[in-house]
């Protein structure tokens, strides 16, 4: 059965908004040292390179526990950056099947690779949440809940091109209150999607039980 996300954008935007109440020092904060560590790791020729590409995956996860905690109010913390090594292969294989898929598709054309992105956009939340699901399952599951909800992605990243404008004005300072803003909307349109399947299966199984 498709799940659809039925929130509308902006309103997923204004519950961000709520859910950063009392919390943007530390969301700022948290974007602050997850930048670092990228820039930090950066800064060493090739080996820094490789490592990025090592570490993106863990981070990534890592990222999303925390986003997720300062979407669902639960006491985020900046240490959950670094949760995502606690399965660092899984991680770490999420990570590079979703670049190879996604390069693979855009050896066709661009319109596929960006499908393909967009399909696997899910994957590193329902890992971050799951700890027993592989990387190849979790790839799979995100492209059965993007199914019918890539537009909707698409057009609540859309939402934030005039956040990008101004951040741009203030030489990039205003990327630190953006940055938060739109990674918890996407936490909330994940919790959104995952609300309705999880509503969508219970359904099921009480028309297995009747």
Known sequence: MMTLSQTENKILMADARDSLKGAWGLAIGAFIVYFL?????????VIGTIATYIIVGP???GGVRFTLAVSRKRRPEIGQLFSGFDRFGTHLVAYLLQTIFVAL??????????IAALSYSMTYFIIAEDSSISASDAITKSKKMMKGNRWKLVCLGFRFIG????????FGVGF???GPYMYVSYAKFYDDLKTDEDQNREGVAEVVTD
Do not use: R, S, Y
Request: net charge neutral; aromatic share 18%; glycine share 6%.
């Open 37 to 45: 560590v990228f820039c930090v790791v950066g800064l060493f020729p």
């Open 59 to 61: 981070m990534t996860v």
């Open 105 to 114: 598709w855009t050896l066709l054309l661009i319109i596929p690779g960006i």
């Open 163 to 170: 956040w990008f404008l101004l951040a741009m004005l203030t």
């Open 176 to 178: 630190l209150w953006v």
